[in-house]
Structures are given as C-alpha cells and as structure tokens.
C-alpha cells in the first residue's frame, strides 16, 4: 500500500487551516500545516511535500513571494503548488501565473474543488515524477512545452536569442470555464479532469491556428498571447481566436449534452511587458511565456466579468477591430479596483 499523500497547507488563518486539515484528512491524506511564508520554506527544505495549499494573503512573506522562491529553487520546483485566492481576484492570478503557480483555488473553500484541485496537483506530479525515472523520453516530451513564440526567437537568433522582457504591443486573451466550483460539487474530480481536458485539447489548437502563445493553463482557465507588427493585426486575430473558442465549446456541447461546458472571455490591447521565463528542473528546461501590466489586468478583469458564452473586449480593442466585427456598447464598467472603463460585447464577424 502506497503511503499517503504528503500536503502542506499555508494560510495564517487558523480555521482556514483546521477546515482544509479535516477535509484532506477524510479524504485520506497527510496533512502539515505552516502559519506563514517563512515557515512553510523551512518545512519545505526540512521535509518536502508532495502537494502545497498556498494562501495568498498572508502577512509578512506572501504566497505569490513564497511561490516564486520555491519555483526559483531546482530543489523545490517541481513540487506542485496550489495558490488558494479571494473571489474575484483575478490579478491574484495573473502574480500566481507569472510566480509559477500550477493551479489556483477559490476562497472560501469549497469541499469538493478543493479535492478536485489537489487530485488533479498529484495526478500532475505522479506524471512529473514518471517522467524523471524515464529519462530516455524526457527531452523529446518537455520540447512539445516550449512556447512557440520562444521557438520563434530562438530560432531567429540561436546564438543570442532575444528572451528577455520588453515592451511590446499585444493583445491578451483571458479564457475560464464558467461555474467551475458548481461543477466540481456535481461531478467527481475524474470526470471533471477528462472533460475540461478535452475542451481544452481543442482550445490550445484554435489558440495557435489564430497564431497566439498560451501561457500555459492554469487549472480551469488559461492565457493566450498575440503579437504582430501591425497592432490592429494582432487584435483581430484575439477576436477571431475567440468566437472560434465559443464555437469549439458549442460543437462539443452537442457531443456532450449530460455536462456541457460554459465559458467567459475578456480581451484587451496595447503595450505590455512581454518576455520568456526558463526554468531549469530535474527532468529539464521549462519556458514560458508571459505579457504582465495594465493590459492584462484589465484583460483578467473583463474575462471574469464577461457573463457565461460571451466575450467582452477593452476600448483599444474594439478601436482595432470595429471594422471587422459587431460590437455591443455596454457603457463604462467599474470593474474591481479598476477605474471605470468603456466596455464592448464581441458579437460577431460582420
């Protein structure tokens, strides 16, 4: 019999910690509780996890800080980290993609998304683990992981590719599935897995058709970046790559009637810093690809506001692609701890 599954829980709040304690530990697993970021390093280094539950806000070090020293670390890096974040704090998300946060989980914590989050974290590391005893496969598996736009630089320059961040002008296209905890409480944390893997599969084939770079997917949502010298080229291909998504999802409800899948989109333009990240782990390099800034918080802000099936664009989006596209005005938003802003529904090609 295989031993239990070692977790760590980090959150300054003791009945945070009690409730999530009681919850893995009906569920079978070990649990190790930390009060504050320099603790949980320290527990890390003595005795590693298999799994850590990460709150954001703590006072002191923070999550996304801790995060980012343990993935920073070759030691700690390819432990799994599941960043626990307030409703509606989607920037949260943006620090927790760019610390390198493998998933992400909604507080207050719902029972069955939590389980539904740390199967699929282990399941993850099961295969990361898989993958480190067979090092024959390693490199041919980890090269289908680097970014395409990373390709792009280093095969334009191979002796000094330009991966470091600068300031470009993109479009950044936000992507989650609508509902997710709803869906984790009605389905088992299995079924769940396969049937946003499948979604999902065929979304990361209409991201790249329309020529943008995921940055990586993040539990029940993802972020996908466009570029192009001309700025009104790359938002139009934001708008294409995202009614393509809508309608991807309505094809597969059709096969998928019992539990069809609901998504929300935001999109926005303008200049962002924009670069590649390596990680050098035990099985081998990792790269990402990332745009952080005001563009992309408004951009997270408009995919969480967006109502199930729609898609809402910023202003300098709807300037660059107005000619091309049916746009709703829905008059300024005040979007949380964001000034208002006009915002558009993307309806269709005209």
């Known amino acids: 019999m ?28 070990d649990s190790h509780l930390a009060r504050s970021g320099e603790e949980a390093l320290q527990q890390v280094v003595a005795d590693p996890p298999d799994l850590i539950i990460l709150d ?11 995060c980012r020293r343990l993935k920073d670390d070759a030691e ?12 509606n704090q989607p920037e949260d998300k943006i620090r927790g993609i760019e610390a390198g946060a493998d998933d992400f989980l909604t507080k207050p914590v719902n029972q069955a998304e939590l389980i539904a989050r740390v199967r699929t974290a282990l399941k993850l590391k099961q295969t990361i683990d898989q ?16 970014p395409l736009a990373v390709r792009r630089l280093v095969e334009a320059n191979p002796e000094a590719p330009e991966l470091e961040k600068r300031e470009r002008d993109v479009s950044v296209l936000f992507l989650d ?30 991201i790249q058709e329309a020529g943008g770079d995921i940055n990586e997917t993040a539990g029940d949502g993802f972020m996908a970046i466009f570029q192009d010298a001309d700025v009104h080229v ?28 609901a998504m929300h989109i935001g999109i926005n333009s303008g200049m962002a810093l924009v670069g590649s990240t390596r990680f050098e782990g035990l099985q081998g390099p990792r790269w990402t690809f990332t745009a952080s800034g005001p563009v992309t918080n ?20 709807a300037k660059r692609i107005d000619a091309g596209f049916v746009l709703e005005p829905l008059g300024p938003q005040a979007l949380k701890n964001l000034e208002a802003v006009e915002v558009f529904r993307l309806v269709r090609e005209k």
Do not use: C, W
């Not at 599935?177 to 065929?202: C, D, H, K, M, W």
């Open 2 to 29: 295989e031993p239990a599954a070692k977790i760590l829980v980090v959150d300054d709040n003791e009945q945070n910690l009690t409730l999530i304690r009681v919850i893995l530990r009906r569920h079978g697993y």
């Open 56 to 66: 954001v806000m703590m006072p002191g070090m923070d999550g996304i800080e801790v």
């Open 76 to 87: 700690t890096r390819l432990i799994p980290i599941v960043i626990m974040t307030a409703l």
């Open 131 to 146: 993958k480190v005893r067979d090092l024959v496969n390693i490199k041919e598996h980890l090269a289908k992981f680097v």
């Open 177 to 206: 599935v609508s509902g997710y905890a709803g869906l984790s409480q009605r389905l088992t944390p299995e079924v769940l897995n396969t049937l946003v893997e499948r979604y999902f599969s065929i979304f990361l084939d209409r």
């Open 234 to 261: 790359h938002a139009l291909k934001a708008a294409h790559a995202a009614l393509a998504l809508l309608a991807a999802t309505t094809a597969l409800n059709r096969e998928n009637r019992e539990q069809p899948l």
């Open 298 to 317: 408004l951009a997270a802000r408009l995919g969480a506001a967006a109502a199930p099936g729609t898609v809402l664009v910023g202003p300098e989006t």
